[in-house]
């Protein structure tokens, strides 16, 4: 079974930048995957998508400061996130889509200081 590993959260101020990477144990070429978040009190929302052709979606919410992309030679998923804003602060899990209950990791913590 593929196992999911979240990395590159941190703190940040207002407007800085941070690269979030989801690494793979196997092949997800094929797979659709995504990156989720979740805020203290608030539910688990998509932040953004990609198929395995390469096509992406953004909530509205992050759309224009956040990329994602992904290395199928790595097996690998980024999150570019820019211009951060104190409401980008959350836990944030890679998955694939529609999610699977199996493949929820530890995700990484981002904290955006105002």
């Known amino acids: 079974q593929v196992q999911l590993v979240e990395s590159g959260g941190g703190l940040v101020q207002a407007g800085g930048s941070l690269r979030l990477s989801c690494a793979a144990s196997g092949s997800i070429s094929i797979r659709a995957m995504a990156w989720y978040r979740q805020a203290p009190g608030k539910q688990r929302e998509r932040v953004a998508y990609?198929?395995?052709?390469?096509?992406?979606n953004y909530a509205d919410s992050v759309k224009g400061r956040f990329t994602i992309s992904r290395d199928n030679a790595k097996n690998t998923v980024y999150l570019q996130m820019n211009n951060l804003k104190p409401e980008d602060t959350a836990a944030y899990y890679c998955?694939?889509?529609?999610?699977?209950?199996?493949?929820w990791g530890q995700g990484t913590q981002v904290t955006v200081s105002s």
């Open positions: 998955n694939f889509l529609p999610p699977e209950y199996d493949y």
């Open positions: 990609i198929s395995s052709l390469g096509r992406t």
